[in-house]
Nanobody, 122 residues
Framework: VQLQASGGGLVQAGGSLTLSCTASGRTFGTYAMGWFRQAPGQEREFVTGISWNGRSTYYADSVKGRFTISRDSSKNTVYLQMNSLKPEDTAIYFC????????????????WGQGTLVTVSS
């Protein structure tokens, strides 16, 4: 599966932003999907994941209650709604896919899109 992320940009602290990731191919519905991020000088970290049918979601503690992941299989797209953004959310955000459906297991993700930059100003 090939992934294309979009929607990054500059936003003020407290603001909102929605990222999108569109997958190619007809097998989107068989993949669990996730979002990761990498801040400057830091390792890539798991942000959130959603199961293939959308029934199960997982979040890093740092984003719980602020970020929401969702998917629309009719559009082969997974979304990341980010609210109450903080400067520490500044990072390159990557979408990823795993065929294992273990959406909460970061090491399972094997297909990656290019990143989209999110900058949160204070």
């Amino acid at each position: 599966v090939q992934l294309q992320a979009s929607g990054g940009g500059l936003v003020q602290a407290g603001g909102s932003l929605t990222l999108s990731c569109t997958a190619s191919g007809r097998t989107f519905g068989t993949y669990a999907m996730g979002w990761f991020r990498q801040a400057p000088g830091q390792e890539r970290e798991f942000v959130t994941g959603i199961s293939w049918n959308g029934r199960s979601t997982y979040y890093a503690d740092s984003v719980k209650g602020r970020f929401t992941i969702s998917r629309d299989s009719s559009k082969n797209t997974v979304y990341l709604q980010m609210n109450s953004l903080k400067p520490e959310d500044t990072a390159i955000y990557f979408c990823a896919a795993t065929i294992t459906n273990r959406a909460g297991v970061s090491s399972d993700y094997h297909s990656w899109g290019q990143g989209t930059l999110v900058t949160v100003s204070s």
